[in-house]
């Protein structure tokens, strides 16, 4: 078995501030991505990874970066945090050309004063 | 883009009953097709999931039905129980072992006893 591990578990900023949320798994799997989660919308993809230092935008990369420096970990920073943002902000990781099963961390919940 | 519809936002049902939650996709190339469950406060999990060379699959209380022609998709929980309470996400993508889903807006099950 394995975990993925989000930190912080909650995180408050002010508008306008560079903020980085982390994420760990030690699945050993090649495939790390980031969503948002906000209430009724589901989850939108954000930024995804296949391997190490490899990078692809999902649909809603605009606002963020990220950072895939080494297997076990994919960073995500908001670059300028803005109201409309509070959101749960999700991590999961899948085994690439596995079955598509992705494994979810427990969220990093924002919100921007 | 893939968009995924799901049609119930809430659901609920008496304990025993059976629960079912549709999806619709718009994309014909779409061809894998996870549920994943999502508890209070926590990431989600994977539950099932269908490809498009089948119509149904069955893993003990849960059937997933697929209709490739109407572009929809269902999750059936049979014999309800308290701990099916959840956010149940159902969720699209083009190849099997894709590493982008597209998810579906959530429903929340409550399981009344």
């Known amino acids: 078995g394995g975990i993925i591990t989000q930190t912080p578990k909650f995180l408050i900023g002010q508008e306008g501030q560079k903020l980085t949320l982390k994420c760990q798994q030690n699945?050993?799997?090649?495939?790390m991505y980031w969503y948002r989660q906000d209430s009724g919308k589901g989850l939108r993809l954000i930024y995804y990874?296949?391997?190490?230092?490899?990078?692809q935008k999902g649909d809603l990369s605009e606002g963020y970066d990220a950072s895939r420096e080494k297997k076990s970990s994919f960073s995500l920073t908001v670059t300028s945090a803005q109201k409309n943002e509070m959101a749960v902000f999700l991590c999961?990781?899948?085994?690439?050309?596995?079955?598509?099963?992705?494994?979810f961390g427990p969220g990093t919940r924002l919100t921007v004063l | 883009g893939e968009k995924v519809e799901q049609h119930e936002s809430t659901l609920s049902v008496r304990e025993g009953d059976s629960a079912v939650i549709n999806c619709t996709y718009t994309?014909?190339?779409?061809?894998?097709f996870p549920w994943y469950k999502q508890e209070a406060g926590k990431g989600l999990h994977f539950v099932i999931d269908?490809?498009?060379?089948?119509d149904r699959k069955q893993s003990q209380r849960l059937i997933v039905l697929l209709d490739k022609k109407a572009k929809r998709f269902s999750l059936h929980i049979t014999a309800t129980q308290p701990e099916d309470s959840a956010i149940y996400f159902c969720?699209?993508?083009?190849?099997?072992?894709?590493?982008?889903?597209?998810f579906g807006a959530g429903t929340k099950l409550t399981i009344k006893p």
């Open positions: 999961a990781s899948s085994r690439l050309g596995g079955r598509g099963e992705q494994y």
């Open positions: 699945f050993n799997h090649d495939t």
């Open positions: 990874s296949i391997t190490e230092n490899d990078l």
């Open positions: 994309d014909t190339a779409s061809s894998y």
């Open positions: 269908i490809r498009s060379n089948v």
């Open positions: 969720a699209a993508s083009y190849h099997y072992g894709n590493e982008k889903i597209t």
